[in-house]
């Protein structure tokens, strides 16, 4: 299988949460796209890892991506190790994107900081021929994407870039609900965490509004480039006409 965009995220539902509206958008453009979580969020407060995988498979579905992965890296243990490098760099040869999306390198969370940095040397390392990995006991062939680009969690960056994903923002949301485990629920008996509060979905919407009217459009999701970009059609250019 060859893709077009590989995203990944420490754990189910991060990417809906950051950038669901652009997966959505990417695939209704035709491109082929697959996500991948390191972790099966074991650790969450709420939900168990059988559950969240249910609901990231579902979450998927509703995205319309092609392939939805889970490397099994311990949650609250996604170490910076050799061992974790090579599932992602396996992982990356395997798919052979265009285009990674990843986190954010700062961030209140741990792993999402340490996902961060394995995407970013896994993306380096799968181009080098040197270094082998093998996929169901034959070697592969080395890969490196064009580029990455680093989407926002709770951490706020100024954004390189905006997607407008007015189009695809309530396929976004319809995601990001997949995962009902982690929200507001009345009769729920598990404690309560920043994403389940009753306004936290309403905070989601927000913030792409926000960053929505950043560039003229109702919704919008930012992400950053550690490179300049280049465009070839300054007609193109989405800005806020003000």
């Known amino acids: 299988m060859q893709i077009d965009v590989l995203a990944i995220g420490a754990h189910p539902d991060d990417i809906e949460l950051a950038c669901g509206g652009t997966i959505a958008k990417l695939v209704q453009q035709g491109y082929k796209v697959g996500l991948c979580d390191l972790t099966q969020g074991e650790l969450g407060t709420r939900g168990t890892k059988e559950i969240r995988a249910k609901e990231a498979q579902q979450a998927a579905k509703i995205l319309g991506v092609l ?28 798919l052979r994107p265009s285009i990674l999306i990843i986190p954010y390198g700062i961030e209140r969370h741990p792993d999402h900081v340490h996902t961060s940095e394995l995407c970013r040397e896994a993306w380096y390392y799968s181009g080098l021929e040197k270094l082998k990995t093998k996929l169901n006991g034959k070697l592969q062939e080395r890969h490196r994407p064009h580029h990455y680009f680093e989407f926002m969690q709770w951490m706020e960056f100024e954004p390189s870039f905006i997607i407008d994903i007015s189009a695809s923002f309530d396929l976004k949301m319809q995601s990001v609900r997949a995962h009902a485990s982690q929200f507001f629920n009345p009769e729920s008996k598990e404690s309560e965490t920043k994403l389940s509060r009753p306004d936290f979905l309403e905070v989601i919407e927000t913030r792409c509004r926000y960053f929505g009217s950043k560039i003229g459009v109702k919704y919008g999701e930012p992400f950053i480039s550690k490179w300049s970009l280049g465009i070839d059609n300054l007609f193109t250019i989405i800005v806020n006409r003000g």
């Open 67 to 94: 392939t939805r992965r889970n490397l099994h890296i311990p949650d609250g243990n996604v170490e910076i190790n050799k061992a974790n490098l090579l599932k992602i760099i396996t992982l990356i040869r395997e």
